[in-house]
């Protein structure tokens, strides 16, 4: 049952996702009434927080067993004994999932209001706390030590330092304000820190502000997957084409072993800082990053030996991740996308363009793994029928581990190369919230198979490029798959 509104588009939007999700191949599939349960379940399930928190453990410092273990006491301190369980995965086995309890339909809001920005209010929907730039108004007389109540303007239509706010508004859950309202708003410039100290929010997950910082990793769970099947080995040279903010990169390195050789890019000085210090922070030594714009990361000339940084030469990489830049459609919650069609269409002719160059930079018999986190056919699906057709070299190859759904029909792919693909699409689970009760009547491998589907949406294919031309015949890869 749905507790917040469906995310909803601009108009034009709203009516390009309505014939992606009804197109002629997958009406003939399901049938027009099943299509249309799946796309409004879609639409609902956006709206809402994953039902799951997913941390990866830092296998290069430490054992999962024990960081499970200090990450349990950890949440029962913040839950004030509250016994909620963290899972180990069977499949990804350097992963942490806790089960999200809400959505908390008895919670009382206070006269006092704080009204905060949609990207704030997302974060607080996946357990932060309230940080000051991220508070639009509150009300007239909020002091230090207020309870409050938080609510989400989902459509920025508040206006910055308002006493109050009669627009659309979503109740996020109540905290205690850390300062007055003079000086959240204060004349000397915006201020930095702790704003509002969530207490009583309507989706209960732990805050990971500086907790076990060096050992975990707050990460999606399909995040996750990918780097599995990039299956990077010790000694490799490995491209992360669009790196930032180096999630996936720090967890190639680690399933590495720390060895070998990570290039990390990203076209955003500030982002490649922040891979630069989340390798620092996890302690690996073989992530290498720089500033670079990924479509011109292909050499025509000869390098210099010692350069280090791109652009690179053709067949320089033994695998490559294209995590590609996107809609952003699947991610969760987001209950108003604001994204012009201008904008969401302007994407798959740059994720063509990386690609291309992606193809280039790959060694023959390499790994080419492509993902995004958005829903559409045009990023997704469509992407992989223009890239078999282009590259007769490449080749989609299984996932392992495949846990996520096949891909969607639509783009004149066949069955076989569907099942090759994984879509994690969110309607896939029931949106049915969850309690202390029900979660204690559930069975771990419940929980687990739950944890699969109720996650943000996703999409993942793997090509291996061979070795000599397809239409002469292909040569085994040389190496792991």
Same mark, same amino acid.
Request: glycine letters at 8%; charged letters at 20%; a positive charge.
């Given at each position: 049952?749905?507790?917040?509104?469906?995310?909803?588009?601009?108009?034009e939007?709203?009516?390009?996702?309505?014939?992606?999700?009804?197109?002629?191949?997958?009406?003939t599939?399901?049938?027009?009434?099943?299509?249309?349960?799946?796309?409004?379940?879609?639409?609902?399930?956006?709206?809402?927080?994953?039902?799951?928190?997913?941390?990866?453990?830092?296998?290069?410092?430490?054992?999962?067993?024990?960081?499970?273990?200090?990450?349990?006491?950890?949440?029962?301190?913040?839950?004030?004994?509250?016994?909620?369980?963290?899972?180990?995965?069977?499949?990804?086995?350097?992963?942490?999932?806790? $089960?999200?309890?809400?959505?908390r339909?008895?919670?009382?809001?206070?006269?006092?209001?704080?009204?905060?920005?949609?990207?704030?209010?997302?974060?607080?929907?996946?357990?932060?706390?309230?940080?000051?730039?991220?508070?639009?108004?509150?009300?007239?007389?909020?002091?230090?030590?207020?309870?409050?109540s938080?609510?989400?303007?989902?459509?920025?239509?508040?206006?910055?330092?308002?006493? !109050?706010?009669?627009?659309?508004?979503?109740?996020?859950?109540?905290?205690?304000?850390?300062?007055?309202?003079?000086?959240?708003?204060?004349?000397?410039? $915006?201020?930095?820190?702790?704003?509002?100290?969530?207490?009583?929010?309507?989706?209960?997950s732990?805050?990971?502000?500086?907790?076990?910082?060096?050992?975990?990793f707050?990460?999606? *769970?399909?995040?996750?997957?990918?780097?599995?099947?990039?299956?990077?080995?010790?000694? !490799?040279?490995?491209?992360?084409?669009?790196?930032?903010?180096?999630?996936?990169?720090?967890?190639?390195?680690?399933?590495?072993?720390?060895?070998?050789?990570?290039?990390?890019?990203?076209?955003?000085?500030?982002?490649?800082?922040?891979?630069?210090?989340?390798?620092? *922070?996890?302690?690996?030594?073989?992530?290498?990053?720089?500033?670079?714009?990924?479509?011109?990361?292909?050499?025509?000339?000869?390098?210099?030996?010692?350069?280090?940084?791109? $652009?690179f030469?053709?067949?320089?990489f033994?695998?490559?991740?294209?995590?590609?830049?996107?809609?952003?459609?699947?991610?969760?919650?987001?209950?108003?996308?604001?994204?012009?069609?201008?904008?969401?269409?302007?994407?798959?002719?740059?994720?063509?363009?990386?690609?291309?160059?992606?193809?280039?930079?790959?060694?023959?018999?390499?790994?080419?793994v492509?993902?995004?986190?958005?829903?559409?056919?045009?990023?997704?699906?469509?992407?992989?029928?223009?890239?078999?057709?282009?590259?007769?070299?490449?080749?989609?190859?299984?996932?392992?581990?495949h846990?996520?759904?096949?891909?969607m029909?639509?783009?004149?792919l066949? *069955?076989?190369?569907?099942? *090759?693909?994984?879509?994690?699409?969110?309607?896939?689970?029931?949106?049915?919230?969850?309690?202390?009760?029900?979660?204690?009547?559930?069975?771990?491998?419940?929980?687990?198979?739950?944890?699969?589907?109720?996650?943000?949406?996703?999409?993942?294919?793997?090509?291996?490029?061979?070795?000599?031309?397809?239409?002469?015949?292909?040569?085994?890869?040389?190496i792991?798959?």
């Open positions: 049952m749905s507790f917040f509104p469906k995310i909803c588009f601009q108009y939007v709203e009516e390009y996702l309505t014939t992606v999700f009804r197109n002629i191949e997958l009406i599939a399901l049938g027009t009434k099943e299509a249309e349960n799946k796309y409004q379940s879609l639409l609902s399930h956006l709206s809402h927080p994953p039902g799951f928190t997913t941390v990866r453990v830092n296998t290069h410092l430490a054992s999962v067993k024990h960081v499970k273990k200090l990450l349990f006491e950890e949440i029962q301190k913040q839950f004030k004994g509250l016994c909620i369980p963290v899972l180990e995965h069977p499949k990804l086995q350097d992963i942490l999932l806790i $089960p999200v309890i809400g959505p339909r008895d919670l009382k809001t206070h006269e006092s209001e704080v009204i905060v920005g949609a990207q704030c209010g997302n974060a607080v929907l996946r357990g932060a706390h309230v940080y000051v730039p991220g508070i639009v108004s509150t009300s007239r007389f909020v002091k230090a030590g207020d309870l409050v938080v609510y989400s303007d989902i459509e920025g239509k508040c206006k910055r330092g308002a006493k !109050e706010f009669d627009g659309v508004k979503v109740f996020l859950g109540n905290g205690i304000s850390e300062l007055s309202r003079s000086e959240i708003f204060s004349s000397n410039g $915006p201020l930095k820190g702790l704003g509002i100290r969530m207490i009583e929010p309507v989706y209960l732990p805050s990971f502000d500086n907790v076990l910082p060096s050992h975990l707050l990460q999606n *769970l399909p995040s996750v997957v990918v780097s599995h099947i990039l299956n990077p080995q010790p000694g !490799e040279k490995i491209l992360d084409m669009c790196a930032a903010p180096g999630g996936k990169t720090t967890h190639i390195a680690t399933l590495m072993h720390d060895q070998g050789e990570v290039i990390a890019m990203d076209k955003i000085a500030n982002k490649v800082k922040k891979i630069k210090q989340n390798a620092e *922070l996890l302690q690996l030594n073989c992530i290498k990053a720089f500033c670079y714009d990924g479509t011109r990361a292909l050499s025509v000339e000869k390098r210099e030996d010692k350069q280090e940084g791109p $652009p030469l053709p067949e320089s033994d695998r490559i991740l294209l995590d590609a830049p996107c809609s952003g459609m699947g991610q969760r919650p987001n209950m108003a996308y604001s994204s012009t069609l201008k904008e969401v269409t302007s994407y798959p002719p740059l994720q063509r363009k990386l690609f291309t160059v992606a193809v280039k930079l790959l060694k023959p018999g390499g790994i080419l492509y993902s995004t986190c958005t829903i559409t056919l045009s990023e997704n699906e469509e992407q992989v029928a223009w890239a078999l057709k282009t590259f007769p070299c490449l080749q989609l190859h299984p996932q392992k581990p846990i996520g759904g096949e891909g029909k639509g783009a004149g066949s *069955l076989e190369q569907l099942k *090759l693909l994984q879509r994690f699409d969110p309607s896939a689970a029931t949106l049915r919230g969850m309690d202390i009760n029900s979660l204690q009547d559930s069975r771990e491998d419940e929980l687990i198979s739950l944890a699969n589907k109720d996650c943000i949406g996703f999409f993942i294919a793997k090509f291996i490029k061979s070795t000599i031309n397809k239409d002469l015949g292909v040569q085994p890869e040389k792991p798959q």
